[in-house]
């Protein structure tokens, strides 16, 4: 069973988009959680994370744009994007944080264009 990002889409400049991952209890159960992006030519890169108990914490360039959030019980991270901006366009993926581990799925594609 791997990490499974689902959600991503076409989405045009100030739209909105909520990211789903169902990840392996293994992995998910008791761990801090996180969002991570790659856009073309970049290196991956964490944008949100989220402790077992729902503290958060968010890279500067989507704080206040961005909310993460979980579901224990479905062993479910869910990433809700407010006020998309181009340079949001990447492959994103969730992971434990702040490193991941083990396969990272296929990941799933956000293009932000009008």
């Known amino acids: 069973v791997q990490l499974q990002a689902s959600g991503g889409g076409l989405v045009q400049p100030g739209g909105s988009l909520r990211l789903s991952c169902a990840a392996p209890g293994s992995i998910f159960s008791a761990f801090t959680m996180g969002w991570y992006r790659q856009a073309p030519g970049k290196q991956r890169e964490l944008v949100a994370s989220i402790t077992n108990g729902g503290s958060t914490n968010y890279a500067d360039s989507v704080k206040g744009r961005f909310t993460i959030s979980r579901d224990n019980a479905k062993n479910t991270v869910y990433l809700q994007m407010n006020s998309l901006k181009p340079e949001d366009t990447a492959v994103y993926y969730c992971?434990?944080?702040?490193?991941?581990?083990?396969?990272w799925g296929q990941g799933t594609q956000l293009t932000v264009s009008s």
């Open positions: 992971n434990r944080a702040p490193r991941g581990i083990g396969p």
